[in-house]
């Protein structure tokens, strides 16, 4: 798994239960050094752990840490500059969903060696769409949900997002757009500090 993956639950973890948890995650999930380093590779193992004893730690389902950090990923302050790249996708929540393909190549122009799973959005119905995740982790599903949902929010939109399952190598996720003005979107300039 890429550091910056790794580094984002590592950063999700002590921003929203500070550094104590972490150390207590960290040694939990035997990390040696206690942190992780962005641009190196480790063992999807390692991972798994991390996940593991922030589950177990936080008291919660794995799924629901695995959202939780997707959804820390779109609205914490400090990761602003990937909610900028993700805004660019659309002036609604619907144009965004439909340039959710091209996130993998836009990741590999940011960091070349960052490899995000193929992203497949099929339209159901009017307004419904499933969206496929091919090869990715297990689990990545979960954050994509919790990214899915924040974006929602960030458009103003009311939209249902639910973890559809695990089938034939691939994550499912259905969306419903119920409401494309249901509230005030959030602030979005094209250049930062604007």
Not at 4 to 26: E, H, P
Not at 84 to 103: E, I, M, N, S
């Amino acid at each position: 798994m890429h550091g910056l993956i790794n580094r984002a639950i590592q950063d999700f973890v002590r921003d929203s239960f500070g550094d104590a948890t972490w150390a207590k995650v960290a040694g939990q999930a035997g990390l040696e050094p206690p942190s992780f380093e962005p641009m190196l590779s480790y063992d999807d193992q390692i991972t798994e752990q991390v996940i593991a004893a922030s589950s177990g730690i936080l008291s919660r389902r794995p799924s629901d840490v695995l959202e939780d950090i997707g959804h820390y990923l779109v609205t914490h302050e400090r990761l602003a500059p990937l909610r900028r790249l993700l805004r660019f996708g659309g002036v609604d929540f619907v144009d965004f969903l439909h340039t959710l393909d091209d996130l993998p190549d836009w990741a590999r122009l940011a960091v070349d060696d960052l490899i995000l799973p193929p992203i497949t959005l099929i339209e159901e119905s009017p307004g419904a769409w499933r969206l496929e995740l091919r090869g990715a982790p297990r689990g990545a599903g979960h954050a994509a949900v919790g990214m899915l949902r924040a974006m929602a929010d960030d458009y103003g939109a009311l939209a249902l997002v639910t973890y559809r399952g695990w089938q034939d190598g691939r994550e499912i996720i259905d969306i419903q757009a119920l409401d494309m003005g249901h509230a005030a979107a959030r602030d979005f300039r094209l250049a930062a500090g604007e």
